[in-house]
């Protein structure tokens, strides 16, 4: 009868262990995702937020120069507004 409890017990622990050991590795799994993410994750805040602000401000004031330069073009190009247009006799 002891012998019968012994492989009963035993036989439970067996089956315990297969479900902690399949618990334990599903976590393990799961937390190597989450470090991947982690790290995919602080990549694209460096991205974002690690910008060279000199960098930046002179790419700003280029893109300005060059928005008054477009415009002082247009301006030259297309001399005639709507009402030069119409008032000019036909």
Sequence with gaps: SAT?????????????????????????SQGNVLQQDTVT?????????????ATAATELSQAET??????AAAAKVLPNTLLNYLSVPT
Excluded: K, R
């Design 41 to 53: 994750l602080s990549t694209q805040a460096t991205n974002l937020v690690g910008v060279n602000e």
């Design 4 to 28: 019968t409890a012994v492989d009963s017990a035993m036989s439970y622990v067996s089956q315990q262990q297969v479900f902690y050991s399949d618990a334990e590795s599903q976590l393990n």
């Design 66 to 71: 060059d928005n008054s330069a477009a415009l």
